[in-house]
């Protein structure tokens, strides 16, 4: 990038961070008794490997505390009420990074604090309005990546950069001037589905779009809420335009910004710019390798996210690579910096570890297979401090298998033995390579499991025992997958509870449970709601519908545009194979899901009304034009993306809205929303539950106080699921 390119471009973004000094945290390093049966989770360890930060919400709200790894002493080192998503160890051990979410809304910010819980501060998103997001350390410690955004300028005002003339097609583009085929991926993805969705409503009326995908997308390919970690949600895990690009919203005017920085927490050193971007923004600065000349930077909205190797002396990007949805921390820089390592999909169905070979100006000079499974992702990476070996988790069918990999001989990987179904981070501790693992599992609350060298996994005594998940007599129920078959063919997947004490052969009410994302995937870990809902009598069925992960990159695109319809008839595919089986009965039959699994739950009951006695909407979009219209800037343009563009693609859009049907709606209808969702917001809900009224439909909307998008506090999750569940228990005439 020219440099005088470069000074406009850093004149266009917001000011960068400076450390801001709090009073220590009023409780620091005191260890309260558990006020709920608590979970732990996302671990981040000291360099020694003798102590672990992590998230514990056993006082009832999720905040940061550190414990010995193979000890029972643990502190709490922030005891302010605000929910702490994200947690990250200095290097050189004398700093604890970590995202909190004040009020439990959607906007965060990065603090710091030493590990004894003084020198508390914030290191980036102090400035009203803003959010900031945790990156990566430094090797040696001397500063951390954060990525701070702030909305856009009030109206009349516009920021304008100067871009050099691409030399490819610059996916950076702002979204109106897409060109056709912006859909379009690398490999061998393919749309799923049959004939009968290829017009803008499920009548056949609207415009014709021809191919079956919206207009001006092109022909080609197109976490629920827990008492325990919020998976994919702890801030930007993607971005979206150029490293040098600007553009405009999606109505016109001048985007979010988002600027990644370099930020040494003490303040004695001066923010350093790693990357900027504006539109569909989601920036996370992954890696930066030893010698500070490149830095790995993750961009891109969903579906079209990419690995970007960015020269940190003058932002020019080295190389470009596709990788996946989900986990953000993608990859790490070999030692002598010429190697990159890499969770991709790129030309591929399922993500595998790749090796980048790179020149001395970051370019890709070679990509290579290090490790791939057939028909499976790989999820989760994490390496050894000297980059020599790497632990590979791999999603199998929605349960987790755990490996260690010599990066450095062409030893076989390592199978590790696993206590419970499904791994959510994996945390190198210590030089001699031993790991701390966050579990979750259809038998236990998320923990946290210290695995020393060569050693066997054992549970951290201040994470609850498997015992402690449930009140005596009512022990969790094991689920069992299922794989139900589409009505144009495309197999599914799934996850069934049965209620305990049902004779065998006897069907019972079923609640259809639908996750988010819609590229969530539901995986066999314990639930809360699930638990309450089974402890009436109720059995749950928890599908994966198309667009859902896990299942290879075709099933997540096999959703977009007119695709959504599909997803829509999945829901009912899924109810009558459980009432085939002979599991559910047909006469009570309930559907329920919480953010895109909302809107699923809305669209299910306008589209199937026959087939459900209620439903429980949370935190879902009932119009998809106003939820463009009050969503968060960044959201909008990456939700565009996945949905169409609200102008357009409006009649598909209108065509897709429960609200446009909702004079089919036959049935009860609970809403619960958060006070402070700024991504789907509260009118949402509203506007749904009063139409329903004005047709004289029993529909009542429960809100919650302190809340945003994710409900993090155990009080309110406790009011929640209570609630829906005498909802489901009332209408189905228990």
């Not at 643990?74 to 004040?102: F, K, M, N, Q």
């Not at 061998?188 to 009968?196: E, K, Q, Y």
């Not at 927490?265 to 990357?275: E, I, Q, T």
């Amino acid at each position: 990038m020219a440099a005088d390119a470069r000074d406009r471009l850093i004149g266009a973004m917001s000011a960068a961070p400076v450390p801001v000094p709090l009073a220590d945290a009023a409780g620091t390093r005191d260890t309260p008794r558990p006020l709920v049966a608590h979970g732990c989770w996302y671990p981040s360890a000291d360099p020694t490997g003798e102590w672990v930060a992590f998230i514990c919400d056993r006082t009832g709200v999720p905040q940061l505390w550190t414990g010995l790894a193979d000890g029972s002493e643990i502190h709490l080192l922030d005891a302010d009420p605000d929910p702490v998503t994200e947690v990250s160890w200095s290097p050189d051990g004398r700093w604890i990074a970590y995202t909190v979410a004040p009020g439990g809304g959607e906007h965060t910010r990065v603090l710091c604090v030493r590990p004894d819980g003084t020198g508390r501060r914030i290191v980036a998103g102090a400035d009203a309005g803003s959010s900031a997001y945790l990156g990566c350390w430094t090797r040696d410690g001397s500063a951390v990546a954060v990525t701070v955004a702030e909305p856009p300028p009030p109206t009349g005002l516009t920021v304008r950069t100067v871009l050099p003339e691409p030399s490819a097609p610059d996916h950076g583009t702002a979204f109106g001037d897409l060109p056709t085929g912006w859909a379009e991926r690398d490999g061998p993805a393919t749309l799923l589905g049959g004939a009968g969705h290829g017009e803008v409503g499920p009548d056949g009326s609207g415009p014709d779009h021809g191919t079956g995908a919206p207009a001006g997308h092109g022909t080609g390919v197109a976490g629920r809420a827990t008492d325990g970690p919020v998976h994919g949600t702890a801030g930007p895990d993607g971005e979206g335009p150029g490293l040098d690009g600007g553009g405009s919203g999606l109505d016109g005017g001048a985007p979010d910004r988002l600027t990644a920085y370099l930020v040494d927490p003490s303040g004695l050193g001066s923010p350093v710019l790693v990357a900027a971007e504006s539109g569909a923004a989601t920036l996370r600065v992954c890696d930066v390798s030893q010698d500070g000349r490149l830095a790995l930077v993750r961009r891109g909205p969903r579906g079209r996210r990419e690995a970007v190797v960015v020269r940190t002396a003058d932002l020019a990007t080295g190389s470009v690579l596709r990788v996946g949805d989900g986990d953000p921390w993608i990859g790490r820089f070999s030692q002598d910096g010429r190697t990159l390592w890499l969770r991709s999909d790129h030309e591929r169905q399922f993500a595998a570890l790749l090796a980048a070979t790179l020149d001395e100006d970051g370019g890709r000079v070679g990509l290579s297979v290090v490790a791939e499974r057939e028909g499976s992702d790989l999820e989760l990476l994490a390496f050894a401090e000297d980059g020599r070996t790497a632990a590979l988790a791999w999603n199998v069918r929605g349960a987790s298998e755990l490996e260690t990999l010599s990066l450095s001989t062409a030893a076989r990987p390592r199978r590790v033995p696993l206590p419970h179904e499904v791994v959510t981070r994996i945390a190198r501790a210590g030089p001699a390579g031993g790991t701390v693992l966050a579990l979750s599992g259809s038998q236990r609350r998320p923990g946290v499991w210290w695995a020393p060298p060569g050693g066997l996994s054992a549970r951290t005594p201040w994470s609850s025992r498997d015992e402690d998940a449930v009140p005596p007599g009512r022990p969790p129920v094991r689920p069992v997958p299922l794989r139900p078959t589409a009505r144009d063919g495309v197999r599914l997947g799934g996850w069934y509870y049965r209620a305990a004490g049902r004779d065998a052969g006897r069907p019972g009410p079923c609640v259809i449970h639908l996750h988010g994302g819609p590229e969530e995937q539901e995986r066999p870990v314990f639930d809360p709601l699930y638990h309450e809902l089974l402890g009436r009598g109720l059995d749950v069925f928890a599908p994966d519908v198309r667009g859902s992960s896990g299942w290879g990159r075709s099933f997540v695109d096999a959703d977009l545009g007119t695709g959504r319809f599909a997803a829509i008839d999945d829901v009912a595919d899924c109810a009558a194979h459980v009432v085939l089986d002979g599991l559910a009965d047909p006469t009570r039959l309930a559907v329920m899901g919480r953010s895109y699994g909302g809107y699923l739950t809305m669209a299910s009951l306008v589209w199937h009304p026959e087939l459900f006695r209620t439903g429980v909407a949370v935190c879902g979009m009932s119009d998809l034009s106003t939820f463009f219209a009050g969503t968060e800037p960044w959201i909008a343009e990456s939700a565009a993306h996945k949905y169409g563009h609200p102008v357009r693609d409006r009649e598909l859009l209108r065509s897709l809205s429960p609200m446009s049907r909702v004079d089919a709606l036959r049935v009860p209808l609970l809403a619960v929303h958060g006070e402070h969702d700024t991504n789907v917001p509260p009118g949402e809900s509203e506007q749904m539950v009063r139409a329903a009224r004005e047709r004289g439909l029993p529909a009542e909307m429960l809100t919650l106080r302190d809340e945003g998008h994710e409900f993090r506090r155990a009080d309110n999750r406790r009011l929640f699921r209570r609630t829906a569940a005498d909802w489901m228990q009332r209408h189905l005439g228990l």
